[in-house]
């Protein structure tokens, strides 16, 4: 094998090795599983929402809600009906995608600021579904006149205490460890990355792009916008949909207090400080935020003591409650300032350079 060859594929073997067989044979501590985890779902949604405004240009502050659209689906499916996860998991992507096609006909009128408040509704119209679910009952029998009497209550979601969710079951086995939770996640990382490349290197992806760098040129071209637009919320939506479901079938139990309009926000974040417009764009802000937050939790206590000595203004308890959206807040305004096109574009910079000084044999 060519010196060439080797360097393009030994960063793919290190990746195997790190990443499925380590774990695979319980070689890595339990608190980084759990972490790898907890990156992976977050990573999936953040994938959804890197087609909706990376490759489409269009805006949502509703990424939470749909993952709560998810998350609801699959426990339901799995509690009501005893449907296996690994069914309930890809129709909760789909129900998720429905309800983001609806939330994503605005965007066929109004665009910017305008489209970022309607798919704002998103996050506060579902939690009030999820919350009190026989209202909407009485809003549908109202709307169809009678005719349909949906009989749904508090005890079908919940209500604001949540569910309780079975852990999923693969050949008669309970996948109830950390290590089963995050070659799950991982296994469906890597298909919703492979779909996701996929789908920019088609037609439709190279459509979504011309939308987004100019809607009336790619409208000349032939190109639809408002067909292409409404795929993209669908995927966007569908993306969260299985995060959502992951998450609760895995966590064992869900509530509405955990899609929240901040995690929205959060997300939005981790993919402009990640790189929007890039495939590994989620992959990487997520990290970088993942790992801030695990610090950020380890280093607190010791900040308690120390930040009121220094600053006696400040009390205790705010330094619990506000040192992380701080950080979160410099971060993202540091790398508008610096790097506004994201960690990956850096990344894809700091490659050619060293290809450029490396010479080819």
Known sequence: ??????????????????????????????????????????????????????????????????VMVGAYTSAILARETGLSFWLSMPLAGLAAGLVGLLFGLPSLRVRGFYLAMATL????????????????????????LGLVHPTWDSTLTGGATGLQVPAPVLFGSTLDSTRA???????????????????VRTRTGRALVAIRDNERAAEVLG???YTYKLQAFFLCALYAGI?????????RSISPDAFTLA??????????????????????????????????????PTLREIVPRLLPFVAQTDVDTSFRPL???LTLMLFLIYQPLGMAHGVRQLAARWRARVPSR
């Open 1 to 66: 094998m060519s010196a060439q060859r080797l360097s393009e594929w030994w960063p793919l073997a290190l990746a195997f090795v790190g990443f499925v067989l380590l774990p695979a044979l319980d070689l890595l501590p339990t608190e980084l599983l759990r972490l790898l985890a907890s990156i992976g779902t977050t990573a999936i949604s953040v994938m959804g929402l890197n087609l909706l405004l990376g490759y489409t240009g269009q805006v949502s502050l509703g990424q939470a809600a749909f």
């Open 121 to 144: 509704a998103a996050q506060f119209i579902i939690p009030w579904v999820i919350k009190a679910p026989e209202k909407l009952a009485t809003l549908v029998g109202w709307l169809t």
């Open 181 to 199: 939770e995050y070659l799950t996640v991982l296994a469906v990382v890597v298909v919703a990355f492979l779909f996701q490349r996929n789908v």
């Open 223 to 225: 190109i639809h916008p």
């Open 243 to 251: 995060a959502g479901a992951l998450q609760a079938h895995f966590r």
């Open 263 to 300: 995690s929205s926000i959060e997300q939005l974040g981790m993919l402009v400080v990640g790189g929007a417009g890039y495939l590994a764009g989620p992959l990487f802000g997520v990290s970088l935020f993942r790992l801030m937050q695990d610090i950020i939790v380890r280093v607190t």
């Open 327 to 329: 950080i979160f807040g």
